[in-house]
Nanobody
Framework: QVQLVESGGGLVQPGGSLRLSCAAS????????MSWYRQAPGQQRELVAR???????NYADSVKGRFTISRDNAKNTLYLQMNSLKPEDTGVYSC??????????WGQGTQVTVSS
């Protein structure tokens, strides 16, 4: 079955960096777009970044220039490198895939807390 397992979250000071990973299994990872979402306390979940099968990337305006999404198709793993972190980046980060025709899958999420 489809599994998405995130790791790499934690507590970091403002200006610091974290690298999130999402290990995927149960589907052909290389042919699907993969996304990172986040949800802050009391707020709706929002799209942070997406990477398509060919490598094209999209970012939310709030993270452009600070976050980098990447994928390793040989390892079936999605990454999110987060630099220059701000307190407003705090939230639960989840990876997501939508399989044809419209099956939506989520990981369990990993907590990122940016605080001094």
């Amino acid at each position: 079955q489809v599994q998405l397992v995130e790791s790499g979250g934690g507590l970091v000071q403002p200006g610091g960096s974290l690298r999130l990973s999402c290990a995927a299994s149960g589907f052909i990872f290389s042919i699907y777009a993969m996304s990172w979402y986040r949800q802050a306390p009391g707020q709706q979940r929002e799209l942070v970044a997406r990477i398509f099968s060919g490598g094209t990337t999209n970012y939310a305006d709030s993270v452009k220039g600070r976050f980098t999404i990447s994928r390793d198709n040989a390892k079936n793993t999605l990454y999110l490198q987060m630099n220059s972190l701000k307190p407003e980046d705090t939230g639960v980060y989840s990876c997501n895939v939508v399989l044809w025709p419209s099956e939506n899958y989520w990981g369990q999420g990993t907590q990122v807390t940016v605080s001094s």
